[in-house]
């Protein structure tokens, strides 16, 4: 059975770090690329970094703040968050694609999300 599980999530003032964790299980998250998607109440659901293979992305939103890595011995993606601001408060998910330039509807397994509250 496909499941992504998150967690790492939480409460954190401005200009703090969190580092979310991303554990895959059912296939190798290696032949796929994993994303890290954030939704506010009533906003679009809005994609944050991707990592596979070939490439790593990231929104501009977050480019120069945060990192995605992964593990593949613990078939885990990780989203290290630095230098945090109120707006990237949100719900965090991390779903799998068959790669980072695939449109969202291509996503086709997702985590049941964990919550980062950023503090200002």
């Known amino acids: 059975e496909v499941q992504l599980v998150e967690s790492g999530g939480g409460l954190e003032q401005a200009g703090g770090s969190l580092k979310l964790s991303c554990a895959a299980s059912?296939?190798?998250?290696?032949?796929?690329?994993i994303g890290w998607w954030r939704q506010v109440p009533g906003k679009e659901r809005e994609g944050v970094s991707c990592i596979s293979r070939r490439e790593t992305l990231y929104a501009d939103s977050v480019k120069g703040r945060f990192t995605i890595s992964s593990d593949n011995a613990k078939n885990t993606v990780y989203l290290q968050m630095n230098s945090l601001k109120p707006e990237d408060t949100a719900v965090y998910y991390c779903?799998?694609?068959?790669?980072?330039?695939?449109?969202?509807?291509?996503?086709?397994?997702w985590g049941q999300g964990t919550q980062v509250t950023v503090s200002s």
């Open positions: 779903a799998r694609a068959p790669s980072c330039r695939s449109t969202y509807i291509l996503y086709d397994y």
């Open positions: 059912g296939f190798s998250s290696d032949d796929y690329a």
